[in-house]
């Protein structure tokens, strides 16, 4: 089922909270969405799961409007919300029995339902105690449970793993990327290497605009404008006749030896062109040895900050 965004905007007097945004995320794919605090993800989130109105724009889920058939949409999202908001004096089963019922879950079907996501998100350990009696780990666990209890059409996840310890962690990004496969998931956290582990695509919102929008591949091409290699030739005599060798090559722009390694170079590729052939065939041509070809990306974190720097 996928979510439309038509220019979303969402005002607090004077301040644009989200400035008129547009994107479609579809079924079948989890949407990694980012953003500095005050960027504008959470207000989205919220606006998508019909939890806040919109000051301007729309928000169509399946083909509904967000500003008419709010009941219908609510029944097929499933929200984890920043702040997980649970009752600590209630027992783990017994709390999940009262969200089905809540989603309307068929009772003949809640005990079956409740039991598959005990063991979908590791609760089966914990899952007679108290929600007050939990790690912050483990209610964050319940917190997955209660937002997929009914099987919803869509995910809507804000930091689904705070508080999750690293093996945690490893479970839900693989829960997460299996759901991704029959669900849309939108997915925000602020921890990178879980977006590239989880999400087929990344979206980075700051001061309530999308400054990027792509795979962490073409996020990193966008980024870097062009090829840049690091390169190892040994067997090659001196070394200006080889950096003057690699700069005769059409393709290469700069070539910048490693001070500390005689036989190390980056080579800056001009635009839309690779280096790496050529270089591969003068070396064959010269009897030299190539002993390394790296291409050197752009972190993630590198593009997150330039684009989110003001």
Same mark, same amino acid.
């Given at each position: ?8 905007t969402?005002?607090?007097g004077?301040?644009r ?7 479609e ?13 005050g960027? %504008?993800?959470?207000? $989205?989130?919220?606006?998508i ?19 008419e ?15 997980n908001? *649970? ?9 999940l029995e009262f ?10 079907k809640i005990?079956?339902?409740?039991a ?5 998100t ?6 007679h105690?108290?929600?007050g009696e939990?790690s912050? %780990?483990?209610r ?10 009914h099987?919803p059409?869509?995910l809507?996840?804000?930091e689904?793993?705070? %508080?999750?310890?690293p093996?945690?962690?490893v479970e ?16 925000s ?17 700051n001061? %309530? ?6 795979t ?18 040994s ?7 080889v ?10 722009? *700069? ?13 800056n590729s001009?635009?839309?062109?690779s280096?790496?052939?050529?270089i591969f065939?003068?070396c064959?041509?010269n009897?030299w040895? *190539?002993t ?7 972190k993630?974190e590198?593009?997150f900050?330039? *684009?989110? $720097?003001?």
């Amino acid at each position: 089922m996928s979510i439309v965004v038509e220019n979303l905007t969402k005002k607090y007097g004077t301040q644009r909270a989200v400035d008129n945004i547009s994107f479609e995320v579809k079924t079948g794919e989890v949407l990694g969405f980012l953003g500095p605090n005050g960027a %504008g993800k959470t207000t $989205t989130m919220k606006i998508i799961t019909c939890f806040m109105a919109p000051s301007d724009g729309d928000i169509k889920v399946g083909g509904l409007s967000i500003h008419e058939h709010q009941d219908e949409i609510k029944k097929k999202i499933g929200y984890l919300p920043e702040n997980n908001p *649970l009752y600590y004096d209630m027992l783990v089963l017994d709390y999940l029995e009262f969200v089905a019922n809540l989603q309307g879950v068929p009772k003949e079907k809640i005990q079956k339902r409740i039991a598959e996501m005990v063991v979908m998100t590791g609760l089966n350990v914990e899952k007679h105690k108290k929600i007050g009696e939990l790690s912050k %780990g483990y209610r964050q666990r319940v917190g997955l449970a209660q937002a997929m209890i009914h099987d919803p059409e869509i995910l809507i996840l804000d930091e689904p793993t705070t %508080g999750l310890d690293p093996n945690q962690i490893v479970e839900i990004r693989k829960l997460i990327k299996e759901l991704g496969k029959e669900k849309t998931v939108v997915l925000s956290t602020h921890i990178l290497p879980e977006v590239e582990a989880t999400c087929d695509r990344i979206m980075i919102i700051n001061n %309530g605009k999308i400054v990027a929008d792509g795979t962490s591949d073409m996020l990193r091409k966008q980024a870097q404008g062009q090829e840049i290699l690091r390169v190892q030739i040994s067997e090659a005599g001196d070394r200006d006749s080889v950096i003057s060798s690699l700069s005769g090559l059409e393709s290469v722009a *700069l070539v910048d030896p490693v001070e500390d390694n005689n036989n190390t170079f980056i080579i800056n590729s001009n635009e839309n062109l690779s280096s790496r052939k050529p270089i591969f065939n003068l070396c064959v041509l010269n009897n030299w040895v *190539l002993t390394e070809m790296t291409p050197i990306e752009t972190k993630l974190e590198d593009i997150f900050r330039e *684009l989110t $720097t003001n």
